[in-house]
């Protein structure tokens, strides 16, 4: 086929790309006269005497019957051909239908239509030219048919945050030809830019050195990916969100001292392992003192290794721990723990783990790796050492949702709380990632204190995109 067969969104995709002529054929399978003139369509798009200018589409009227209401184009019967151009300027896009006309035809009758529209709208070029790139379309007058302008403008959404979640619903919105400007936050990249390997993002590995990628390498090309589709990255940290449910443009992001206007808001500002804050604790980060057992537990098969914290992710980092390492000491700070009563039990059951209650990390031993903790005794403040290989702290996780604190509701530890994770009697909307304001959308460890994966924070981003892009075209 010398002509592309268009579907919906190739369609949005031109409106708002493309700036060329275009003949497009409304058909469908089951209509006869459709069937007879593709051959013909097929063939005037192979020599038709415009071919620099004009390009060919076919689409499905049974798929685009709302093409009528949407874009203006009367289709009374099929099959049925419009000359269009389309006028996307970066910003603005709009298109203009010029001729239109339907049935049968044939290849003269074709081309004298197309002649005649191009004679009259430039007079002085000769209608037998192959070549008119530059034609002069000033001159282009009301007489033809169907004159008509749609007016469209992208719609824009903003993406705070650029971890996993962040970018994940960039490239997927960026893909859907949404305006999408990341704000990437103090940390681009996010929570994985502060660690080294990651071997458990599928795809992300390379299987001649059987080697996972490095955490910001990853980061990097997620990036890259959502630039390369068009989403553009901001270095800031969003104060607040602005609401108007009566502005044509709904939200508007607070940029420290600026303001910027978006139809709709995805969340992906992630949250933030607590750490122990005691000195010396960053420059350990990766170098023995981790934050997440899942990640990188695996680096200490045969190790003696400690975690410290009393609720369950320390139960369960505990546990998971011992599948590698030789012993695991449990560090807590008091006698009583927080963890449910059946964690905890699992965790005394296991025989690598070995509870080192009423002690709390004041130090860590080691020069550029952790070798060990000194620990303050709570009830007799004696201080000890333990020689160890590695740390894992799980003291808990801060969601960063402070910026929209008093706006979005929020469980008892900050987490925001998206529709699919609420009580069904409490739903307000169909949409699972949605927040209970229309138009924020949620994603990632912002909402999620169970897995706290990459792969299911990029999984919450490409949630939360499709349900921003199906709810934008809904408020059309
Ligand atoms: P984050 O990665 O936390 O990103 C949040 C983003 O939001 C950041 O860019 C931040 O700058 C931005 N932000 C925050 N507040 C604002 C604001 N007000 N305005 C604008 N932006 C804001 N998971 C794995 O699957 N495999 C691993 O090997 C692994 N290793 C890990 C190692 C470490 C040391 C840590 C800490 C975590 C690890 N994880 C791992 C967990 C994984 O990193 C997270 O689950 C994942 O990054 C969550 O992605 P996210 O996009 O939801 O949030
Ligand atoms: P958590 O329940 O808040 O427990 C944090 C623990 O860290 C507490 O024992 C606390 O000690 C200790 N801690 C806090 N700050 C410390 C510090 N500076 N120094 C030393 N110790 C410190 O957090 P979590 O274990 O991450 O659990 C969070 C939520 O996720 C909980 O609701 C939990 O049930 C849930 N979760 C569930 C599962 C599961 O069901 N499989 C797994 C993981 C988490 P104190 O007790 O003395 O304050």
């Known amino acids: 086929m010398n002509y592309n067969t268009l579907e919906d969104k190739d369609f949005i ?47 499905d009227r049974d798929t685009t019957r709302h093409y009528n209401q949407d874009y203006g184009f009367e289709i009374p019967t099929i099959p049925r051909f419009f000359l269009v151009k389309f006028e996307a300027n970066g910003i603005f896009s709009h298109f203009n239908i010029k001729i239109s006309f339907g049935g049968s035809q044939s290849l003269d009758s074709f081309n004298q239509k197309l002649d005649d529209y191009f004679s009259i709208s430039n007079p002085q070029k000769n209608a037998n030219t192959t070549e008119s790139p530059n034609i002069d379309f000033s001159e282009i007058t009301n007489t033809l048919t169907n004159m008509n302008t749609i007016t469209h ?4 959404v903003a993406i705070i945050g650029s971890g996993p979640s962040g970018l994940t619903a960039a490239i997927y919105t960026a ?60 270095l800031t940290e969003i104060r607040g969100i602005e609401i108007d449910d009566k502005a044509e443009t709904k939200f508007t992001l607070d940029i420290g001292g600026k303001k910027e206007k978006f139809d709709a ?31 990188d537990g695996f680096f200490y ?32 700070r008091r006698e009583e723990f927080r963890a449910s009563k059946i964690m905890l039990e699992r965790a005394r059951e296991n025989p690598k783990i070995e509870f080192v209650l009423n002690k709390a990390p004041i130090d860590f031993m080691g020069d550029e790796e952790v070798t060990g903790l000194v620990l303050k005794d709570s009830i007799t403040s004696q201080t000890s050492e333990l020689n160890l290989d590695g740390v894992f702290v799980a003291i808990g996780h801060i969601p960063n949702t402070g910026f929209v604190k008093g706006q979005l509701s929020m469980d008892e530890t900050g987490y925001l709380i998206p529709q699919a994770k609420r009580p069904p009697e409490e ?12 138009g924020i959308f949620i994603a990632g460890d912002v909402e999620d204190k ?26 059309e």
């Open 13 to 59: 995709n031109l409106i708002s790309t493309s700036s060329d002529y275009y003949v497009i054929m409304f058909g469908a399978s089951w209509c006869g006269p459709c069937q007879i003139m593709k051959p013909v369509y097929d063939e005037l798009a192979t020599s038709h005497k415009y071919q620099k200018l004009v390009k060919f589409v076919y689409l």
């Open 153 to 156: 403008k992208k719609p824009t």
């Open 175 to 234: 893909r859907a030809e949404l305006e999408t400007t990341i704000y990437t936050g103090l940390e681009p990249g996010g929570q994985l830019t502060t660690t080294t390997e990651i071997e458990n993002f599928p795809g992300a590995w390379d299987a001649t050195t059987k080697a996972g990628m490095m955490g910001p390498d990853l980061m990097q090309l997620m990036q890259k990916q959502a630039e390369h589709f068009g989403a553009k990255s901001v």
């Open 265 to 295: 808001v995805i969340i992906a500002s992630g949250a933030s392992a607590k750490y122990l804050g005691i000195a010396g604790e960053e420059k350990f980060v990766g170098k023995g003192y981790h934050t997440c057992a899942t990640c």
């Open 301 to 332: 098969r045969g190790k003696i290794i400690a975690v410290i914290g009393g609720g369950d992710s320390a139960m369960e980092e505990a546990n998971f721990l011992t599948k590698f390492a030789e012993k695991v000491y449990l560090i807590h």
């Open 427 to 438: 739903r307000t909307s169909h949409y699972g990632t949605m927040s209970e304001i229309p």
């Open 450 to 475: 169970t897995y706290r994966q990459a792969i299911t924070a990029a999984g919450g981003g490409c949630k939360a995109a499709m349900d921003t892009e199906k709810w934008l075209a809904d408020q």
